[in-house]
């Protein structure tokens, strides 16, 4: 009885934590913290409860679980894991239409036996972790044949159901045990969101007219930056202000001595300390994205954006995405001429941080890919940062002579040993914060330099703000808005709209982010 016992009860916690894992940010890994499955519960009671209706006892009544639970089980895995490797959710309905194109790019780039061996040892995996499933299945279902059991198993798993209702009926008590999402309402919300998105019910929000002339920008290439966890604390927190002071007065005096003017504002940013491309998204659609399913719902449709309205002008559209490692669908949404991805920046040197590459060799590829090119036109460019990311260090040093940052061998030996020396501190994150945006400052007062006599619009935007570890409790939503450049004619319409001089921003926030980009076209040109 005791070995039943515990071979129902392994079989039992090994069903609950294959439903109840997380992932292991920012690996494809998982781990298991305590938690319980509805899901296995509701399971388990219909198993126990139908035995005695269907004699004779077997297990084979069992044999539609597995198959049902590793279906499950792979949904789990995607839904906890796609937010760390990809920095969003899985929508199935935008999605699988581009695993062609994965598969063609995968074919590029791994050799076909890799390819086979990979999907063969996936299969593999698959396969036995089924087989596992199957064998739990079948020893809760045989253990489910003995009376005393059964009705132990029926008690246990109805007083888990109860407690799941009472959850929900009056909310989390302190004392009451954590319950994992239902991975059947994830399918259920992708399935209604096919179901939404092909009806085409409740529509979004309409996007503003982006039809200016640009004729205020002329020939000038415009970047826009988004300046990644660049927020209103960097101005709030008096320590973090004075330690970024002289990194600005620099950023300032590039400005001046290039003879540019910056003006500045802050808006309200549509997240919070992280989920970035909400932020990118409200900004160059001008809808408001707040959450991942408006953001996917909005991937569905056929939009203007602020990359389009450039198109239409003859610009140039340029992505650079130095954190891109695989397809991007969004870049067909925004309509970008070409993207940059991590491979065709083809970084060298040593890496920093969860992302690799300095954003100081980024501005320099772009230069070396598109910028210096013969008889060009104009460009525009939508650059978000990397070196700023959250845990902030280690933080590349600055190089100052900028045809170095693009070999080998960018930094001398010393910098790199101080670089790998701050590496973060789990328990004070704000002096890598620090670190990373006083290198940060440098890298565009650098550029602004080395370009001295370029006709540029550079538009710097935080996305969001750091982490409450470093932002603090009830921290605003907003975030810094600079725009540098020589045509004051752009700069005095920015200024009637509500930006101030120079680079420091004062409140009220000027506008939400999403409509920041009516102010931008406005101020670029007429209509």
């Known amino acids: ?66 198959a049902a639970w590793t279906m499950l089980v792979v949904g789990r895995y995607a839904e906890v894991t796609a937010p760390a490797l990809y920095g969003r959710d899985i ?54 044949a003995d009376p005393p059991v059964r009705r132990a198993v029926i008690g246990l798993s109805g007083a888990v159901m109860l407690g799941w209702a009472l959850q929900l009926a009056i909310g989390r008590a302190a004392f009451a045990p954590p319950f994992a999402a239902p991975v059947v309402l994830t399918y259920a919300r992708q399935a209604a969101f096919v179901a939404e998105s092909l009806a085409g019910s409740s529509p979004l929000a309409a996007s503003p007219p982006l039809d200016s002339d640009l004729s205020r920008v002329g020939n000038a290439d415009v970047f826009l930056v988004f300046v990644e966890s660049y927020g209103a604390v960097s101005f709030d927190r008096p320590d973090i202000a004075g330690r970024l002071a002289a990194a600005r007065q620099e950023l300032d005096a590039a400005v001046q001595m290039t003879n540019r003017h910056a003006v500045s504002a802050y808006v309200e940013s549509p997240t919070f300390a992280g989920s970035s491309w909400l932020a990118h998204l409200s900004l160059m659609s001008g809808v408001e994205v707040r959450d991942q399913h408006t953001s996917a719902r909005l991937m569905t449709e056929h939009r203007d954006t602020l990359v ?18 695989q397809s991007w669908p969004e870049g067909a949404f925004y309509g970008f001429d ?34 210096a090119r013969p008889e060009r036109t104009p460009l ?71 370009h001295a006599d370029r006709d540029l619009v550079m538009v710097l935007a935080g996305d969001h703000q750091p982490p409450a570890l470093v932002s603090g409790q009830g921290a605003s939503w907003e975030v810094p808005v600079h725009v540098i450049a020589n045509r004051m004619a752009i700069l005095d319409r920015l200024a009637a709209h509500g930006f101030r001089p120079g680079l420091r921003p004062e409140r009220p926030a000027l506008v939400r982010m999403h409509e920041l980009l009516p102010v931008l076209l406005d101020s670029f040109g007429d209509r």
Not at 38 to 61: D, G, K, N, W
Not at 312 to 320: C, D, E, I, Y
Request: hydrophobic share 50%; net charge positive; charged share 15%.
């Open 91 to 144: 929508n199935l309905y935008w999605d699988l239409r581009f695993i062609p194109d994965v598969v063609r790019m995968i074919g590029r780039v791994a050799p076909i036996w890799l390819i086979a061996a990979s999907l063969a040892g996936a299969g593999l995996a698959l396969a036995l972790f089924y087989r596992i499933v199957s064998l739990a299945w079948r020893t809760v279902a045989a253990a489910c």
């Open 1 to 66: 009885m005791n070995r039943r016992i515990l071979t129902i009860g392994l079989a039992l916690f090994f069903l609950n934590a294959s439903l109840t894992f997380r992932n292991l940010w920012p690996t494809p890994g998982i781990a298991w913290r305590g938690g319980l499955s509805i899901e296995l519960a509701v399971c388990v009671f219909m198993l126990a409860a139908i035995q005695p209706r269907c004699p004779p006892p077997s297990t084979r009544r069992a044999r539609w679980l597995p």
């Open 338 to 371: 070409d993207i940059y991805g991590a491979g065709r920046l083809a970084y060298r040197g040593p890496e920093f941080g969860w992302f690799a590459i300095p954003d100081q060799y980024s501005l320099e590829r772009l230069d070396k890919l598109e910028a």
């Open 380 to 450: 525009f460019v939508c650059f978000p940062t990397l070196s700023t990311h959250f845990p902030f260090n280690p933080t590349p040093p600055y190089q100052r002579d900028w045809t170095r940052i693009a070999t080998a061998h960018p930094f001398d030996g010393p910098a790199i040993v101080r670089a790998y020396a701050r590496q973060p501190d789990w328990m004070n994150f704000t002096p890598g914060y620090i670190d990373a945006f006083s290198y940060e400052l440098a890298t565009f007062a650098g550029y602004l330099e080395k």
């Open 308 to 325: 389009r309205a450039f198109g239409r002008r003859g610009f140039r559209t340029v992505a650079l995405m130095p954190g891109l490692r």
